[in-house]
């Protein structure tokens, strides 16, 4: 049965490698259209001809250059705080074999690499709240101390645009149509066919940003609910069918006569990142890029307006709906996410994949939903990739030897694609904390259309971030006023990035 399962994981590889953040798509462009957008349709570029057989393993013709020991840095970024403890990286070095599934397959992944070019490959962590200064420095003073930095993708488009890092087409040695490279990053966030930062196989913090749904089956089967598994699958998962579902679970179980995140049952528990990545599920983006490449704003449209009608009676009930961060400061949330789960008192709950590993002591059994879709004629499922948690990969400016860096990099990411990326998902996920076979089915349909919205990333006007996140936490609806405040100066902000690629030699 071993032996099968492991067989098993090799031939499911290519589904795997679809995601993101996070993934690894095997095929795919640069550009999105507004047209594909604004109709909900599928906006993966993956080839699904793909996921029915993964062909035999294709590595890079690279030859085993003698580096004389080099040592290979990462710069990567840790968390200093509590709520964020788990989104430290642990994908790119590991000091020694502990026992523990991902530690030991990224340390072994390394010492083959290591070997076939004698290097040494080292990680450096700095607290995310220095990250950008410390690039900036190095960078600035002229010195090569890491061959990749690993930044935030919220936090990453200043240091692009202030010339920090190499152009991702123009590394050698590098083939970014191969799989290992995820086409879902290259094809979102290029501007002007220019590629700053990038995500792949050789990365896994990405693929525990992915946004997704999960149900408690206990709540679920108490309210005699219908099946959500075949829900899903006849396509009929929407914001309709997750709100109307949720209405009628909330009780006050403390009988105090006041709904408290500590004490009562809730409909669904969401997020400020919920409103966006609603947004991008529903088959909308904040903006897009047009077929020249160019970000495009593609807010306002009244498809769009539909959902935000949708998310905001979701998120303004607080009879039904919790919102995390409405308590942020004042206790754990994410801690509290987890025991409300694990208390039985939430029916669903709005997550990013790596808090499925935190439910692994759930005594009640969960299943894995995907985003829901704003009605049944949207074609396909939209998994949003959270950029805040989610991270990428740039190459400095400073790096003195690109053909080196390329090539340990092509090696890396091709051996993450079979090594690192079936522990993730065909191991760890599918196995030890998943529950049940439809539950890994949902993950195949997370996994094969995954999108980033370019608007958000770079928050242009500031009215991703600084506005459309916090509207349902700050009990906001004025959707349509507050983008035509900032609708100028959005533009203002994209112009004023094509300009800075464009002078970026």
Not at 78 to 98: K, P, T, Y
Request: glycine fraction near 6%; charged fraction near 25%.
């Amino acid at each position: 049965m071993r032996a099968i399962k492991i067989c098993m994981a090799v031939i499911l590889l290519a589904a795997i490698c679809f995601t993101v953040l996070v993934s690894c798509q095997t095929d795919g462009g640069n550009g999105d259209t507004v047209s594909n957008i604004e109709n909900g349709e599928n906006v993966s570029n993956a080839d699904p001809a793909v996921t029915e057989e993964e062909p035999e393993q294709v590595y890079p013709d690279l030859p085993a250059v003698n580096y004389e020991g080099y040592e290979f840095t990462f710069l990567y970024w840790g968390i200093d705080s509590a709520d964020w403890a788990e989104w430290d990286h642990r994908d790119f070095a590991m000091e020694e074999l502990d026992g523990e599934l991902i530690n030991d397959t990224v340390y072994n992944r390394n010492r083959k690499i290591e070997d076939k070019y004698n290097i040494t490959i080292t990680g450096t962590r700095v607290l995310h709240s220095e990250f950008n200064s410390v690039v900036t420095r190095a960078v600035n003073a002229g010195d090569d101390l890491y061959d990749v930095v690993a930044p935030q993708l919220y936090a990453f488009p200043p240091l692009a645009q202030n010339g920090n890092f190499i152009d991702w087409f123009s590394v050698p040695n590098l083939d970014l149509t191969m799989p290992w490279w995820d086409q879902g990053t290259i094809r979102d966030l290029s501007i002007i066919n220019r590629l700053f930062v990038i995500q792949g196989c050789l990365l896994i913090v990405d693929n525990d940003s992915m946004e997704a749904m999960i149900f408690n089956k206990r709540v679920h089967q108490d309210q005699n609910l219908d099946d959500l598994y075949d829900i899903v699958k006849k396509g009929e998962w929407t914001f309709d069918k997750l709100y109307n579902m949720s209405k009628g679970v909330a009780q006050d179980l403390d009988g105090d006569g006041e709904m408290y995140i500590k004490d009562d049952l809730f409909g669904i528990i969401v997020q400020a990142d919920t409103n966006v990545s609603f947004f991008v599920s529903g088959g909308e983006k904040i903006a897009a890029k047009d077929g020249n490449d160019l970000p495009v704003i593609t807010f306002g449209s009244d498809r769009g307006y539909r959902i935000t009608d949708i998310i905001s009676e979701i998120m303004l009930d607080e009879q039904n709906v919790v919102h995390l961060h409405r308590f942020e400061g004042q206790f754990g949330i994410y801690d509290e996410q987890v025991k409300m789960m694990e208390e039985d008192r939430a029916l669903f709950s709005w997550i990013r994949m790596r808090i499925v590993e935190r439910l692994r002591g759930m005594e009640t059994e969960f299943g894995i939903l995907p985003l829901p879709k704003l009605d049944a004629v949207q074609e396909n499922y939209i998994t949003h990739m959270n950029p805040h948690t989610g991270r990428g990969m740039s190459i400095p400016v400073t790096a003195s030897n690109l053909e080196r860096t390329g090539m340990i990099l092509e090696d890396l990411s091709a051996e993450s694609r079979y090594t690192l990326q079936p522990a993730y998902y065909e191991i760890n996920l599918r196995g030890k904390y998943t529950r049940d076979d439809e539950s890994q089915e949902m993950l195949d349909i997370l996994l094969n259309n995954t999108a980033h919205d370019i608007g958000y990333v770079y928050n242009f006007g500031g009215f991703a971030g600084d506005t459309m996140l916090r509207h349902g936490q700050n009990k906001r609806s004025d959707y349509a006023s507050s983008f035509e405040r900032v609708q100028q100066r959005m533009q203002q902000d994209i112009d004023r990035v094509v300009e800075a690629y464009e002078t970026i030699q």
